[in-house]
């Protein structure tokens, strides 16, 4: 029985095993443990969330070295989300979201980097198959969020302020490579979901209409639908009225719809027009239209070497000669882009660019 079915029939309750308590904190007393929390708990091999944190998928996820990553939300009982087109949705205080990292195990210490999604069945994940890196959680207080990093360690998750950094090895395309894998600091969380740099105010970045708009992995139930039904989210227009990025695995999709999509994923909770990166004038979110601000035949205005010699953001045709696929294509933390969250090249997501760039026709005519 899927989770999500449970929770269809059953609302949690009945056929479904006892779910663990949730506790939720105030910010003065976060708990060093994730137990504690009760809202994803280490029992025997199994990795275990109480029935009532609801699992969702995102139709393009962030890339975070080829981790996969399992999300969950739990709201209070008895409240509800208020839905908003463009922006994260508005969540109740005491609202709970987790995403839980990991890396299938292939043997001998070995995990297996491949991008590919997973069932989309909660009860499936263990520490056996399972290489469980961390639990983030973004916490829903009463003026404000917080985002924390837990990492998990014998048999519970530990909070770390200041981070971490994970050494082991991955198996990718059947080579063997070693990965650091590096749990953000609570400032490098906030600096990216603080996605207006005026107010520095942390905000849920997948948790928009956009990114939600699709069905649960394995199921014929769209994920807003579910949420509507359960009462978990108010004010739901007609799924036609919403708007959906495309899936990066999606060939049936467009290659600009879906280069689009990895674009605000990935870049545009920085590159919008309230983001830290909004001097750069080059605008990657979902709703920029102007091409300039795509960065189609766009000088950077300060990138140093981080432009790779070469002239434009952009260079319509010629994925080579453009800024985008350099910074993408490089691992130096001073000049990759993004900053935060990766230090292995995805080469899906870079082969989808280029293709688009490869396709964007005209040319860019150089002013002497």
Avoid at 208 to 224: I, S, V
Wanted: hydrophobic letters at 40%; proline letters at 5%.
């Amino acid at each position: 029985m899927t989770r999500i079915f449970c929770l269809l029939v059953l609302l949690g309750l009945g056929a479904c095993s006892r779910p663990p308590e949730v506790h939720f904190f105030p910010a003065d007393v976060y708990p060093e443990r994730l137990s504690a929390w009760g809202i994803a708990l280490r029992l025997g091999d199994a990795l275990v969330f109480p029935t009532t944190a609801v699992p969702y998928e995102l139709n393009t996820a962030l890339f975070s070295d080829y981790a996969l990553k399992l999300r969950t939300i739990w709201l209070p009982p008895g409240t509800t989300a208020e839905f908003n087109a463009d922006k994260a949705f508005e969540f109740p205080t005491g609202t709970i979201v987790t995403k839980t990292f990991f890396y299938p195990k292939v043997g001998g210490g070995t995990t297996l980097a491949a991008w590919q999604g997973w069932s989309g069945d909660i009860e499936a994940i263990n520490f056996s198959d399972y290489e469980i890196i961390e639990t983030r959680l973004l916490v829903r207080q009463f003026d404000h969020w917080d985002a924390l990093a837990y990492v998990w360690q014998g048999n519970d998750a530990y909070l770390r302020v200041t981070g971490a950094i994970r050494q082991f090895e991955i198996e990718q395309d059947q080579q063997t490579t070693k990965l650091n894998y590096i749990v953000p600091t609570r400032n490098e969380c906030a600096a990216c979901h603080a996605t207006n740099h005026s107010t520095g105010a942390i905000q849920p970045i997948g948790l928009k209409a956009r990114h939600l708009n699709r069905n649960y992995p394995g199921e014929d139930y769209n994920q807003l639908s579910f949420w509507h039904n359960t009462n978990m989210l108010s004010n739901l227009p007609t799924l036609d009225e919403v708007q959906q990025n495309a899936r990066l695995e999606d060939t049936t999709a467009a290659v600009e719809q879906r280069a689009r999509a990895y674009l605000d994923i990935n870049c545009g909770h920085c590159h919008n027009a309230q983001g830290a990166a909004d001097t750069s004038g080059l605008l990657l979110d979902a709703h920029t239209s102007s091409v300039r601000q795509l960065g189609y035949c766009k000088a950077p205005i300060a990138t140093g070497r981080g432009s790779g010699g070469r002239m434009y953001s952009i260079v319509p045709g010629q994925p080579d000669a453009s800024i985008l696929i350099y910074r993408l294509e490089i691992s130096d933390p001073g000049d990759r882009m993004p900053e935060l969250g990766r230090t292995l090249i995805h080469q899906e997501g870079i082969a989808l660019l280029r293709q688009w760039i490869s396709e964007i026709p005209g040319e860019c005519i150089v002013k002497v």
